[in-house]
Nanobody
Framework: QVQLVESGGGLVQDGGSLRLSCVAS????????MGWFRQAPGKEREFVAA????????YYTDSVNGRFTISRDNAKNTVYLQQNNLKPEDTAVYFC?????????????????????WGQGTQVTVSS
């Protein structure tokens, strides 16, 4: 069992930056592919970014591509989401997710069903 704890959210102004962190409880995290999802009020949880366990492949939803960067430090059992040029539309609870499943198809990283473990979420609020 892997526990995930997000941190780094907060209140920022339009155009500001945050770096979210996700710390895993077990060193087996090293071999897990990881994703970030977000959920805004009244909306379904949606894919934001993902990274392979080696850190050599990354994936982004179109709305954050070029502004957000996902990375990981396996020695620290931590995944990061650097958020630059934040916009009010980015306001949401951000969730870290992990999967021990191997790659299956082109939808693998984008689907909520891929992920075995989820964090509690961290709130990001961007004021205009």
């Amino acid at each position: 069992q892997v526990q995930l704890v997000e941190s780094g959210g907060g209140l920022v102004q339009d155009g500001g930056s945050l770096r979210l962190s996700c710390v895993a409880s077990r060193p087996t995290f090293r071999f897990y592919n990881m994703g970030w999802f977000r959920q805004a009020p009244g909306k379904e949880r949606e894919f934001v970014a993902a990274i392979s366990w080696r850190g050599d492949s990354t994936y982004y939803t179109d709305s954050v591509n070029g502004r957000f960067t996902i990375s990981r430090d396996n020695a620290k059992n931590t995944v990061y989401l650097q958020q630059n040029n934040l916009k009010p539309e980015d306001t949401a609870v951000y969730f870290c997710a992990a999967t021990s499943r191997t790659y299956q198809s082109g939808t693998y990283y984008y689907s909520r069903d891929t992920y075995d473990y989820w964090g509690q979420g961290t709130q990001v609020t961007v004021s205009s």
